[in-house]
């Protein structure tokens, strides 16, 4: 078991054990996400990770118009505060 303490600016910080397990470095981007059992993971937004996205959508992104990390950012905020537009 790993313990993190959040800081007054609500940053933590990775164990290392943890870091080496999801091969993370200086810069790379973590994803938090909950799963069916309520539970929060935590996974590393890797390049290969992202490219194994990119394949499983693959021409999606064309059709719904996401061509970028900021378009990608506005998807989810706007599913997340519900600001999609009905079709």
Do not use: C, H, W
Not at 16 to 29: H, P, S
């Amino acid at each position: 078991m790993n313990l993190a303490r959040v800081s007054q600016n609500g940053q933590i910080t990775v164990p290392i054990e943890i870091r080496r397990q999801l091969r993370l470095k200086t810069g790379d981007k973590i994803l938090f996400f909950q799963n069916k059992s309520g539970e929060i993971v935590l996974s590393s937004a890797s390049s290969d990770a992202l490219m194994m996205a990119q394949n499983a959508f693959a021409g999606v992104s064309d059709i719904i118009g996401v061509k970028d990390e900021d378009d990608v950012q506005k998807l989810v905020d706007d599913i997340r505060y519900d600001r999609r537009k009905e079709k």
